[in-house]
């Protein structure tokens, strides 16, 4: 029904910037609040930030507040975020998510109904 495809990710050195971008398609109508995930090899999925569908409430994992600024562009069914700074503890396969559910913005992926790809993203020291 949606489906979303990120874009951005690369190779950068330790203090660059980088910014990720999700477009989605399909019943993109049907899609409330999104957020972005990454997983570094050997370790679980975690969460980086969630937005409202207006934008006016974001959320951010400790680790990236501060550095990391999610946004959406709605009349375009993009999402993105915003890295600077970077870190090489930054490194992993940065997923987009989707949530249907009409309910308060989530932090937890089995709260979130359509997932992208991945796309890499490596920092170098």
């Known amino acids: 029904q949606v489906q979303l495809v990120e874009s951005g990710g690369g190779l950068v050195q330790a203090g660059d910037s980088l910014r990720l971008s999700c477009a989605a398609s399909?019943?993109?109508?049907?899609?409330?609040?999104m957020g972005w995930f990454r997983q570094a090899p050997g370790k679980e999925r975690e969460f980086v930030a969630a937005?409202?569908?207006?934008?006016?409430?974001?959320y951010y994992a400790d680790s990236v507040k501060g550095r990391f600024t999610i946004s959406r562009d709605n009349a375009k069914n993009t999402l993105y975020l915003q890295m600077n700074r970077l870190k090489p503890e930054d490194t992993a396969v940065y997923y987009c998510?989707?949530?249907?559910?009409?309910?308060?913005?989530?932090?937890?992926?089995?709260?979130?109904?359509?997932w992208g790809q991945g796309t890499q993203v490596t920092v170098s020291s």
């Open positions: 998510a989707a949530q249907a559910a009409n309910v308060g913005i989530a932090t937890i992926p089995s709260a979130y109904n359509y």
């Open positions: 399909g019943r993109t109508f049907s899609v409330i609040h």
């Open positions: 937005i409202s569908w207006s934008g006016s409430n974001t």
